[in-house]
């Protein structure tokens, strides 16, 4: 049973850049949520989509965003690259009806570098 | 809003010693707390969790967590160290709407 699957691991990006990361959540989960682990630091929540919908969101600038696909995949797309967005990006999948309380399933992250 | 600290950004133990990461909520209700682990370029993985079932909360690799209402604490800990359990710990909080809200973590090193 795959797990949560992100692509690509690694990425460096000039200031200014658009890039794109993806997300396939783990089979049976229709959630997908997106976290910013910058170095050093705790994972903070971009968003959270469901029903290719956004369904909430954190303190990020309108830079990020994001989409749900029909089969639950999911992408981040972040304008404007800032030397700052250097982070590793977490895809997270749940269960909406059991909630992040029975735990989210997470992939081992984009390392986004910004030059 | 809710929130964490955990308290220490590293703590180092000797293997075999007992381990005890801190941390501490901020919430006006019953959150629902969680520890996970993050091994070297890898993602989370969930260590425990409380949900008021019960206030001791055994997890995997031999971990468990109080919940102490008294203190706002969820301290997590083992009884031995292994050279295995070094990795990054996150304390993390849900306040029920699906978004789970982590600390900012705790570099475990085991000495040997």
């Known amino acids: 049973d795959a797990g949560v699957t992100q692509s690509p691991t690694h990425l460096i990006k000039t200031r200014g850049q658009q890039v794109t990361l993806r997300c396939s959540p783990k089979?049976?989960?229709?959630?997908v949520s997106w976290y910013q682990q910058a170095l050093g630091q705790g994972p903070q929540f971009i968003f959270q989509?469901?029903?290719?919908?956004?369904?909430q969101r954190g303190n990020f600038p309108d830079r990020f965003s994001g989409h749900q696909f029909p089969n639950y995949s999911s992408e981040l797309n972040v304008n404007a690259l800032l030397l700052g967005d250097s982070a590793l990006y977490l895809c997270?999948?749940?269960?909406?009806?059991?909630?992040?309380?029975?735990?989210?399933?997470f992939g081992s992250g984009t390392r986004l570098t910004v030059v | 809003a809710q929130s964490v600290t955990q308290l220490g950004s590293h703590v180092s133990v000797s293997e075999g010693a007992l381990v005890l990461l801190r941390c501490n909520y901020s919430?006006?209700?019953?959150?629902?707390l969680f520890w996970y682990v993050q091994y070297p370029n890898q993602g989370l993985q969930l260590l425990l969790k409380?949900?008021?079932?019960?206030?001791l909360v055994k997890g995997i690799n031999g971990f468990e967590a109080e919940f102490k209402k008294s203190e706002t604490s969820f301290h997590l800990t083992k009884p031995s160290a292994h050279m295995s359990d070094a990795a990054e710990y996150f304390c993390a909080v849900s306040p029920g709407d699906d978004k789970i809200i982590f600390g900012k973590g705790t570099r475990l090193h085991i000495l040997p």
């Open positions: 409380y949900t008021s079932a019960a206030t």
């Open positions: 919430s006006s209700v019953p959150p629902y």
């Open positions: 089979s049976g989960h229709d959630t």
């Open positions: 997270a999948s749940s269960l909406l009806q059991a909630g992040a309380l029975y735990g989210y399933t």
């Open positions: 989509y469901y029903e290719e919908e956004e369904r």
